[in-house]
């Protein structure tokens, strides 16, 4: 897709040899693993920390929170990037995510605990979503797959990872040290991306959308808290409850303020002209449903393998490993595959067709499911998230201008989050109100174990109540989550449906920053290109008198933009 480049700055154009991408590459990678890890790490210690906290009923929030926050974060950090340079609000990112990770640390409440995990996302947003928009400034979208694979495979890696550490450190040290050692490694982070990330940075005139920040916000915030009113008010869905009614009203008019706001901004938070771009569209869409879908069932697995099926707090983040095999296999394939054919659409369309698969197959777990077949049923379900996540992100970026990448690119993050915002608290309700009732039927006819005992439940104190209590815990977990999948698998199917009219644009080979004036190739890199022109021109040269008028007109023609897919 063709873009007229940027004016040149004033100050000295950036060259992008391969030593100086593969330095910035490397603060990415170690950044985004930061904020990608945490997403995760405390699944296997949530059963340890609400029993230890008293807050079963609300233990969706501490994971609810953070991608709440992150989804809020996301648009503020690609819109100041794109508009002010993304090397400050980088370091701004990595900066919040490390304080807040001391404080998490530090909580002795619930509440403390969700509110600083929502400060950890405010950062761990501008993490991902900056990571994202710095490959493709630096990076042609001809290339990126190269690079957008390893950073998929890097989030497969940190999802699985994430329940593994978090399990061997409850165990050890405690819970608190699963936030507590994210200080070393942000520290680590932002040093690398100090000396490494040397961006250019600019100011720009155009008035900050202080309506569309505000009203996003707010719209953002009410959707998720109407989702998890469940665990939130003791009555549940009372539609007669002003609180609830006055929730509705308020995010729906939030909403309405945000649509109203965008049309009317000079410099929009979330231009709603995108929407008028098809593959923008169509790739939000899938993302929306891929993180109602993948967030919901990542979120409580390790619960379900250590509550169901006893296996202990580190065990239960072995048996995921098997999901980080599947999601690096595949994006690693298919970020190579894709950089060396041009084609991408393909992907995910398989993807969404096999986490459709693996979700349909996650309904029938129970108690006594080999771990063999169950890591057959997560392999499946990262095979699949593989080979979608990261070609989505490429394809809308090749999709706009160069000077909205990062807008463009925040925005399609923000409703995957926002989708698996609803997700994950829709999922955790239907999850928590099955598993509170089944566990009420269980201790019903307990009174010796004491009353609220399904509220201070951790792993060991299931394995140490006595049976006929023992199978009725296990059972209970089991009948409360594997039959919840049933309510993921359509939307799935929604994506795999959207990813068969997913357009295919041909590819850019000029990076973002190049595009905008603010960078160049490397003269190496030119001078390879121009040398392997001229011997396909020489060749040419040398065609017989009859062929050279087709060899030419083939080699001259101006390409497309819409290729087959």
Known sequence: MAHAPAPAPDKPLVVLTQRTIWLIFGALMASMFLSSLDQTIVSTAMPTIVGELDGVAHQ????????????????????????????????????????????????????????????????????????????????PASERGKY???????????????????????????????????????????????????????RSSRPVDWAGIVSMAVATTGIVLITSWESLADGGYDWTDGRLLGLVALTVAAVGAFVLAENRAAEPLIPLRLFKNRTFTITTLIGLVLGMGLFSAMAMLPTFLQMSTGAGVTESGWLMLPMMVGVMLTSIVSGFAVAKSGRYKAYPIAGLAIVAVGMVWLTTLAGDTSMWVFGAMIFTLGAGMGLVMQVVVLAVQNAVDPSELGTATSANNFFREVGASVGVALFTTIFTSRLTDNLGQVFAGAPDVGAGAEARLTPAMVAALPEPLHSGVVDAYADALAPSFWYLVPLVLVGFVLALFLPVIKLSDVAGMVARGEAIEDPAKVAARQEAVGERAAERSEVPVGTAGAAVGHHDAAPTDIVDG
Do not use: C
């Open 60 to 139: 969706g929030w501490v994971v609810t929170a953070y991608i709440l926050a992150v989804a809020i974060g996301m648009p503020l950090y690609g819109k100041f990037g794109d508009l002010y340079g993304r090397r400050w609000p980088f370091l701004v990112a990595i900066g919040l995510f490390t304080v807040a990770s001391a404080g998490a640390g530090m909580a002795d409440s619930m509440l403390t605990l969700v509110a600083w995990r929502a400060v950890q996302g405010l950062g761990g947003g501008g993490l991902m979503i900056l990571s994202q928009s710095i490959i493709a400034d630096i990076v």
């Open 148 to 202: 957008m694979g390893p950073l998929g495979a890097l989030f497969g890696v940190s999802a699985v990872l994430g329940p593994l550490l978090g399990g061997w450190l409850t165990e050890g040290p405690g819970w608190r040290w699963a936030f507590w050692i994210n200080i070393p490694v942000g520290l680590a982070a932002f040093a690398i991306a100090w000396f490494a990330l040397r961006l250019p940075s600019h």
